[in-house]
């Protein structure tokens, strides 16, 4: 855009913006009309004011009525402009000496037209004028109006009737005027006003035309930057795509040492890597393998690692089925909440929760049978405790290295449930408990102390989903004596299905034969 081009488009943002102006100004003319004709009806000194006001405002409103039409079409707007302050001071002017022969001229000195509201009129005047947004127009209201008031004071001299004094008292309470004061307070004041808002109509306009020519130099600058950044694309689009593939085996190295949920949060832009937290209700789970101290003392380290690599792996899958964030992998205990960054609403995160832990519990019966076969002598159970909250959840850590997790009494509470459950025991919190009760069988057990819990928490044993509460499970468990069966549909192959019906199909035949 050349410099021309930059001068029009300066020029098109102020005329628009004086059209603007022009509209607000026309439209208080016509209220300030609008207000005067009833007046001059309601308060009127006889049949001549009320003809003379009226007639002045119709012809103030005829031409409000035609401005409006040429500012709608962008034309003619100096005419209009200029046209409406000389309209104004005739106006002014005019009313004045309407007013003036209404209340009884002959008989009335002169001076009583500046003791009435004129001088406020006459600001007004030079406001309403100044938002057109040209300088030009509050300066010619300010002279204006200070004709009028000169040609008033004017004539107050040569009238032998009106009465003089340097006495303010009576300058403002009385039918006596200052002339000094008339000379030069109104005056001095229509001065400045008109001439503060010329400068600020003027620094409008200079700022708009300084605004467009400072686009135009970062629009230039924004365009040699382009050329330059189209040049360097061109280099790097291969780099780009190689380095893409790069970032995405990575990324899927990454998602392993965090949760589903938070990964898949984290790249969707739903949540981000910064140290903030909030509070949200959340329910919190904790388990660990009991007696798996004396496990280790009995098993060499690589046996021992991949026992535990099988038991956290298969743990895992259960929780991500249900729903669970996976928090940390302390050693053989595992800490999983629900809730967050994704929620199903308080009472179905309770009850995913429930039901994760009896899955869990009924996986560990298949896994204790595997971990015999492979020379595992002592069986291995887990106690798993469960607790509901408001807990304090988000990023932890440092500016270089954060950990998504929750902290807080909740969380601690839930930690104590789990180390006070027995054997196979899910142990649960009354929170926990209002929660599922209605899908879930539950015996109350004992009241516990808690560390930084002043009354006793009570506790409930999760024995059984009621129907449907597990509907979901693809995992069959039964040992007795003489029959033992683990049977996970979700691991079953196509291939292999048909081998275990047949399999079950046989010793059902085998079993009704006896």
């Keep these: 855009m050349s410099q021309t081009g930059i001068q029009k488009d300066s020029d098109q943002v102020i005329l628009e913006r004086e059209a603007y102006g022009l509209r607000v100004i026309v439209y208080a003319r016509i209220l300030l009309q609008a207000l005067m004709i009833p007046g001059a009806f309601l308060s009127s000194n006889g049949l001549f004011e009320v003809i003379g006001v009226t007639l002045l405002c119709s012809i103030i409103l005829a031409f409000c009525i035609y401005a409006l039409i040429q500012v709608k079409r962008l034309k003619q707007l100096m005419f209009i402009g200029i046209a409406g302050v000389f309209l104004d001071v005739l106006w002014l002017g005019a009313l004045s000496v309407v007013w003036y022969i209404s209340v009884g001229g002959p008989w009335i000195p002169v001076s009583f037209l500046l003791k009435n509201d004129l001088p406020f009129v006459a600001i007004l005047i030079i406001l309403i004028n100044s938002l057109s947004f040209r300088p030009l127009y509050p300066l010619l209201a300010g002279g204006g109006v200070l004709l009028v008031h000169f040609t008033i004071v004017l004539f107050a001299i040569f009238d032998d009737r009106t009465l003089y004094s340097d006495n303010l008292l009576e300058v403002f309470m009385g039918p006596a005027i200052s002339l000094g004061l008339e000379l030069s307070g109104p005056p001095s004041f229509m001065v400045l006003f008109a001439v503060l808002l010329w400068y600020l109509n003027r620094l409008g306009r200079k700022t708009i035309h300084e605004a467009r020519q400072l686009e135009q130099d970062n629009l230039g600058m924004t365009q040699k930057m382009l050329h330059v950044v ?77 026992l535990l690599n099988d038991y956290l792996n298969e743990m895992s899958q259960i929780a991500l089925r249900y729903g669970g964030t996976i928090d940390k992998y302390m050693g053989d205990a595992i800490m999983v909440f629900f809730g967050d960054p994704e929620t199903r609403g308080e009472r179905e995160d309770a009850l995913a929760c429930v039901c994760m832990a009896l899955a869990m519990r ?63 025991q899910i142990l649960i919190s009354h929170e926990t408990f209002a929660l599922v009760r209605e899908n879930v069988t539950c015996e109350t057990k004992g009241s516990i102390k808690v560390k930084g819990i002043s009354h006793p928490i009570q506790t409930y044993q999760v024995i059984d989903s009621h129907e449907g509460a597990l509907a979901d499970s693809q995992v069959f468990n039964e040992e007795t004596d003489g029959f033992s069966m683990v049977m996970d549909l979700e691991k079953i192959s196509e291939t292999d299905r048909e081998k275990v019906r047949e399999t079950l199909e046989q010793a059902l035949t085998k079993m009704a034969q006896k």
């Design 230 to 306: 189209e040049e360097n694309n061109r280099t790097l689009e291969k780099r780009v795509e190689a380095r893409t593939s790069e970032l995405e085996r990575l990324s899927k190295k990454l998602a392993k040492y965090l949760s589903p949920q938070v990964y898949n949060s984290i790249f969707s832009g739903k949540q981000d890597v910064k140290l903030e937290s909030y509070r949200k209700k959340l329910t919190v789970f904790f388990s660990d393998i009991q007696g798996f101290t004396e496990t280790t003392d009995s098993m060499e380290s690589e046996s021992l690692t991949a």
């Design 362 to 424: 009924e996986r560990m019966k298949a896994l204790r049978q595997k971990w015999y076969r492979q020379g595992v002598a002592m069986p291995l159970h887990i106690r798993m405790g469960i607790n509901t909250g408001y807990c304090t959840v988000g990023n932890f850590g440092s500016e270089d290295r954060l950990d998504y997790t929750i902290i807080g009494g909740q969380v601690n509470l839930a930690s104590r449930l789990e180390s006070h459950a027995v054997t196979d």
